[in-house]
């Protein structure tokens, strides 16, 4: 037990924690950052052995649930098609993502005044544009200045070789007429900061063994450590607790042995994400906060977002070593990006180009989808799809919803009996439309890249890798849970710096705006710090 | 077909015998291709398949009781066939499994993957060499106003 305070104490050591951390650091003040998750080793990633097909679906799976290391907890997502993936250790959530790495639109902050839908936040653009650049800096961005569908940014390294298919692609594109440009990636395509370049493993997803992927414990986290920052691992927060005034006050946590502990803190920031820090909201009650803390509102675990998933693919009659390069960071289109009613749905989507399945992914996938055979036709069925097949995921904006949402598992516990988030979801008439319209243009370009034959299907089940919208921001408490610089309205020492206090999802990977927003609220925390609980 | 002979399996060796017959069936040689039931792929595949022994054996027990007085492998490829497909039918469970296991092992090997034009090893450390790419393709992107809204 440590009654001793620490000055900030950090939930949760991924995107939006290391980058709070970082910035911080210029405060000298005493910083600790519990993880529940250990140090990664990226020797052990699967991409150092043969079998990384295997070990990419087992102990490196997106699914807590699959993965079941002794660092996650379970979730309870039997009812949502849509399933939810982390990662818990020093990184969180960007140890896996494939380091796609668009920013939110300036049109995706008013979705209410341009659209009718959803709200607008209390934050746009223009006012995060430098945290992105200083994001962008810190993760290693590669990318190709000049895309129309956003204003003029910078590219800090040049951009990920687009290789056969994308160029494939691309071309599919030009026919039609339609947007397509290189993906910006967190992916160091020159050595940068201590990290290697690029070597074209694929695979990103399950970890990169080459250090090029930038995730943030190779990022961020060796920085803020230099600054003085603590970061500790194997402590798992149970909940947070509240002095006599209503100011937290420290949180109790597991250990690395299961041993109950409690840190004593004079400020605590959550960033645990969109599924992660609404359940230990929930799980913190008191006489003050009958139904979790920071929920007057009613607003805790509401909302829940997801980006619903569609993946089209196509079967080309040429090679196109799509095993080269990192396997979700090719090229993007954004041409569906903004709403047009014509449609039948209000916002829009991103198509992200991904490459080639892997040589066992390709014989297991077409065996199960019955277009390999057992026998004689074996090999030459195997061969017509293998290094053959390109295709795309289509990222769906996914508007709020309250019925979409976390809550505590009665039953289920992690490995401490701290309770289980549940996951209630249900995909929009609004979404549907937009799957199914993302699903038919796929199809036309994969038409008209070549291919000879075209398949979709959405909702991806798996694909519940971006987290957001529970612990809403705004200026009303009664419609929102934190303030627009990421302050608890309830709990004035509070503070909640991931994907939960996005208002709405955008259509694209969020985790580029997760670290803005953090480093502008820590920008906020450092200049209000004489009067940060007034 | 498979010549293997283990002492150490968890299978008989018959069993070993008709699980060899089913990957062969699975996936046959060919000119440049071994056979799933290539002994030393087989070996892998059979290790693979004692995670679940029960469910495996399960799948032998129906096809040796479908094979009569006679053994799965001395039987006619029809009348293989024939059992295969009532074992779909019965453990679609064993099927997805079995498959899984058999493609997993067959596609890891050095063998295969230079037949299929990929180097015998893992993407790390050596990597891949990408081509250059060619940005020309983006001058139509380019000649376009912002797609931006503006706000």
């Not at chain 1, 080309?316 to 080269?324: A, C, K």
């Not at chain 2, 799965?72 to 997805?96: G, N």
């Amino acid at each position: 037990m440590s009654d001793q305070p620490v000055d900030v104490l950090i939930i949760g050591a991924g995107a939006s924690g290391a980058a709070m951390a970082w910035s911080l650091a210029d405060t000298r003040m005493h910083i600790v950052c519990m993880e529940q998750g250990d140090w990664m080793n990226p020797a052990d990633y699967p991409t150092t052995g043969k079998d990384w097909e295997v070990r990419q679906g087992a102990e490196y799976s997106f699914s807590p649930n699959k993965r079941g290391r002794v660092t996650d907890y379970p979730v309870n997502d039997d009812d949502s098609p849509i399933k939810i993936a982390n990662f818990n250790g020093v990184g969180g959530g960007t140890v896996l993502y494939a380091g796609h790495f668009p920013r939110l639109h300036p049109s995706d902050f008013r979705v209410r005044s341009l659209d009718g839908v959803a709200d607008d936040w209390p934050l746009d653009y223009q006012l995060l544009e430098p945290y992105f650049t200083e994001n962008d800096r810190m993760m290693g961005v590669a990318a190709l200045a000049g895309d129309p569908a956003y204003p003029p940014k910078p590219a800090v390294l040049p951009p990920v070789p687009i290789g056969k298919l994308g160029e494939t692609l691309a071309r599919g594109f030009n026919k039609l007429g339609w947007h397509w440009w290189p993906s910006d990636a967190a992916i160091a395509t020159r050595p940068y900061e201590g990290r290697d370049q690029c070597a074209n493993l694929g695979p990103c997803i399950s970890g990169c063994s080459q250090g090029a992927k930038a995730s943030t414990d190779i990022t961020y986290w060796p920085a803020a450590i230099r600054a003085g920052v603590e970061l500790r691992t194997r402590c798992r927060v149970r909940e947070i607790t509240l002095d006599e005034k209503g100011m937290a006050n420290g949180v109790i946590y597991y250990d690395a042995d299961g041993n109950e502990q409690f840190q004593a803190a004079y400020i605590v920031i959550l960033a645990c994400n969109g599924v992660g820090t609404p359940r230990i909201l929930l799980n913190s009650r008191s006489e003050r906060f009958p139904d979790g803390l920071a929920n007057s509102s009613g607003l805790v675990g509401k909302n829940l977002m997801l980006h619903p998933y569609a993946s089209v693919q196509g079967v080309f009659d040429e090679p196109l070593d799509g095993y080269i390069g990192p396997a979700g960071c090719c090229i993007w289109s954004q041409e569906f990006y903004e709403t047009d009613a014509d449609r039948g749905y209000l916002r829009g989507y991103t198509m992200e180009i991904t490459r080639g399945r892997g040589a066992v992914t390709t014989a297991t996938a077409g065996m199960a989808a019955g277009k390999i055979p057992w026998g004689a036709g074996h090999h030459e069925a195997y061969g017509q799809l293998f290094n053959k097949t390109a295709g795309m995921v289509v990222i769906c904006e996914d508007l709020p919803e309250l019925h979409n949402q976390v809550t505590l598992d009665p039953v289920l516990k992690d490995s401490d009996g701290i309770p289980a988030p549940k996951v209630s979801y249900t995909l929009s008439e609004n979404s549907r439309q937009m799957l199914n319209h993302g699903m038919e243009r796929g199809k036309e370009i994969l038409r008209a890249a070549g291919a000879r034959e075209v398949t979709a299907d959405a909702p991806m089940a798996i694909a519940g890798w971006h987290l957001m919208g529970t612990a809403r921001m705004g200026t009303d408490p009664a419609t929102s849970v934190v303030n627009e610089w990421c302050r608890s309205h309830d709990v004035k020492n509070l503070f909640i710096v991931d994907g939960s206090v996005f208002v709405t999802s955008g259509g694209v990977n969020p985790t580029s705006t997760i670290q803005a927003i953090a480093l502008y609220a820590a920008d906020n925390i450092k200049k209000r710090l004489t009067e940060l609980f007034d | 077909m498979s010549e293997l002979i283990s002492t150490d399996s968890v299978f008989s060796a018959e069993s070993r015998q008709t699980l060899c017959c089913l990957m062969d069936m699975m996936i046959p040689v060919s000119e440049h291709m071994p056979s799933a039931a290539d002994p030393a792929i087989a070996a892998l595949v059979l290790n693979a398949l004692a995670a679940r022994q029960e469910l495996v054996l399960e799948a032998v027990a129906v096809l040796s009781e479908g094979a009569g007085d006679a053994r799965f492998h001395e039987l006619s490829q029809l009348q293989r066939e024939a059992l295969v497909a009532d074992l779909r039918a019965k453990t679609p469970q064993f099927i997805s499994f079995f498959q899984s296991q058999v493609a997993t092992q067959y596609y890891q090997d050095d063998r295969v993957m230079v037949a299929l034009g990929l180097e015998p090893r893992p993407p790390h450390p050596g990597g891949y060499k990408a081509p250059e790419t060619d940005w020309t393709l983006l001058e139509p992107v380019r000649a376009r106003p912002p797609l931006y809204r503006p706000v």
